[in-house]
């Protein structure tokens, strides 16, 4: 499924995508998460101080790029852990010549994806 980036209130603007994008915190942060990983290990991942992760997650979470999920085994506390939340961005020109961006979004990112590495 594919989304345009324009009015919509629940997709965020282009301008906000676009500007993550140019960010490389957020973009190492994209990098990393491979599989959902909690802030302090992305924070060793990228090598960056706590505060500049989660700032960088709060953005990125805001741009709907990566969500925070959270899951737990028995007995253990609940953990949030950060998954990125789309498998293809495309930025083009329509045949307006205005910008579009386009995330597709896959349905294969569930809890179920990371149960056992908590």
């Given at each position: 499924m594919s989304l345009?980036?324009?009015?919509?209130?629940?997709?965020?603007?282009?301008e906000h995508v676009i500007g993550v994008l140019t960010d490389d915190a957020c973009r190492e942060?994209?990098?990393v998460l491979e599989e959902p990983l909690t802030v302090p290990a992305i924070a060793d991942e990228i090598e960056r101080p706590l505060s500049t992760?989660?700032?960088?997650?709060?953005?990125?979470?805001e741009s709907g790029l990566v969500r925070e999920t959270v899951g737990a085994r028995p007995g253990?506390?609940?953990?949030s852990r950060?998954?990125?939340?789309?498998?293809?961005?495309?930025?083009?020109?329509?045949?307006?010549?205005?910008v579009r961006v386009d995330v597709?979004?896959?349905?294969?990112?569930s809890i179920a994806l990371w149960k056992g590495n908590i």
């Open positions: 345009e980036f324009s009015s919509s209130d629940d997709a965020p603007a282009r942060i994209i990098a992760t989660y700032r960088k997650l709060d953005r990125l979470t253990r506390e609940q953990k950060y998954v990125t939340d789309f498998d293809r961005i495309a930025i083009a020109l329509d045949d307006d010549r205005d597709e979004r896959s349905n294969d990112h």
